[in-house]
């Protein structure tokens, strides 16, 4: 028995590693990837959609464990939590941004909406709009 956990915890340690590593440092564009449970949910669109899932759960427990999203733009490829202050902070001269983000997201859960209609996340749609 013993020498089945040894085995387990050697077979799965560097992945939690890899884990927590990818949580405690900084992370870029270029460190955030598939292994580390990263995916990129809108490529070509200015402010880039990250989705992190911790994949060290197993499938009854990643329910109760959302997924994480995180946010980039073209002025920095550091990964930022998704909340309508950290994009104020992106874009900190935008201001018809901002009072767009109050109008729009009354929580920071709701910035992740995909406008169907427009085919894109409609956190772009209205970015799209406020710099015309």
């Keep these: 028995m013993k020498k089945l956990f040894l085995l387990l915890l050697v077979a ?15 992370v870029t564009t270029k460190t955030a990837t598939d292994a580390l449970g990263y995916k990129v949910i809108n490529p070509g669109e200015e402010i880039i959609l990250y989705k992190y ?17 995180f946010f980039t733009s073209k002025s920095s490829d550091t990964l930022m939590d998704l909340s309508k202050a950290n994009l104020k902070k992106a874009f900190s001269v935008n201001h018809t941004f901002h009072d767009a983000l109050d109008t729009n997201f009354k929580e920071d859960k709701e910035l992740i909406s995909y406008d169907d209609f427009h085919k894109m996340y409609k956190l772009n749609w209205i970015l799209q709009n406020s710099t015309k």
């Design 12 to 26: 799965f340690c560097p992945f939690t590693i890899a884990q927590v590593v990818a949580q405690k440092k900084t």
């Design 53 to 69: 899932s911790h994949m060290g759960h197993s499938p009854k427990e990643a329910e109760k464990y959302g997924p994480k999203y």
